[in-house]
């Protein structure tokens, strides 16, 4: 199975920061890969599929990037709403699989 | 908009089989360009992908390695709707299931907590 690996696990940062989170693969993926943000509570949201497309309805301060089999999630200022957990996620394989998430806190 | 509305039973004795359903609205569940899928998150596994069916032509299934002997996903498409089996269940099969429809899964249902417990 592929692995995905997050970091960090967690971080702290305040509104209007710049936030950066990364995912490696344990194996090429091309591009295959999305990112979800999850509130607590609630079921995850897709924010970015394919690398760095964005989701219709998300806010463009989200953006994504790829570099090989690393693959990093941008928030470019964050907002009050923006605190929560991220997951990557990759459709590489017919078995799909999850990173084991990012908790953004408020510093 | 595709909209996911999941039902079944919150609680599941051990060895039992776990059963659960996701009514599409938006979307038809043998529309040749969409997935569905089952997730289940729990503290001690996370986010974990369970399977999926899907229509081209004829159906196919893709499972997880973890639970590939345990579990079948099957189309109803009378109903519009998919389901998840999960056979002999144990504790450690407590989490909150969600379904979800895509390739990236950009609709959830609500999610479903399963206790497996006696």
């Known amino acids: 199975d592929i692995q995905m690996t997050q970091s960090p696990s967690s971080l702290s940062a305040s509104v209007g920061d710049r936030v950066t989170i990364t995912c490696r693969a344990s194996?090429?993926?091309?591009?295959?890969l999305n990112w979800y943000l999850q509130r607590p509570g609630k079921a995850p949201k897709l924010l970015i599929y394919d690398a760095s497309s964005l989701q219709s309805g998300v806010p463009s301060r989200f953006s994504g990037s790829r570099s090989g089999t690393d693959f990093t999630l941008t928030i470019g200022s964050l907002q009050p709403e923006d605190f929560a957990t991220y997951y990557c996620q990759q459709s590489y394989s017919n078995s799909l699989g999850f990173g084991q998430g990012t908790k953004v806190e408020m510093k | 908009q595709v909209q996911l509305q999941q039902s079944g039973p919150g609680l599941v004795k051990p060895s039992q089989t776990l059963s659960l359903t996701c009514a599409i609205s938006?979307?038809?569940?043998?529309?040749?360009?969409?997935?569905w899928n089952w997730i289940r998150q729990s503290p001690s596994r996370g986010l974990e992908w369970l399977g999926r069916t899907y229509y081209r032509s004829k159906w196919y299934n893709d499972y997880s390695g973890s639970v590939k002997t345990r579990i079948t996903i099957d189309a109803d498409t009378s109903k519009n709707q998919f389901s998840l089996q999960l056979n002999s269940v144990t504790p450690e099969d407590t989490a909150v299931y969600y379904c979800?429809?895509?390739?990236?899964?950009?609709?959830w249902g609500q999610g479903t907590l399963v206790t497996v417990s006696s």
């Open positions: 938006g979307d038809s569940v043998s529309s040749n360009s969409a997935a």
């Open positions: 979800a429809s895509g390739w990236a899964m950009d609709s």
């Open positions: 194996q090429s993926i091309s591009t295959y």
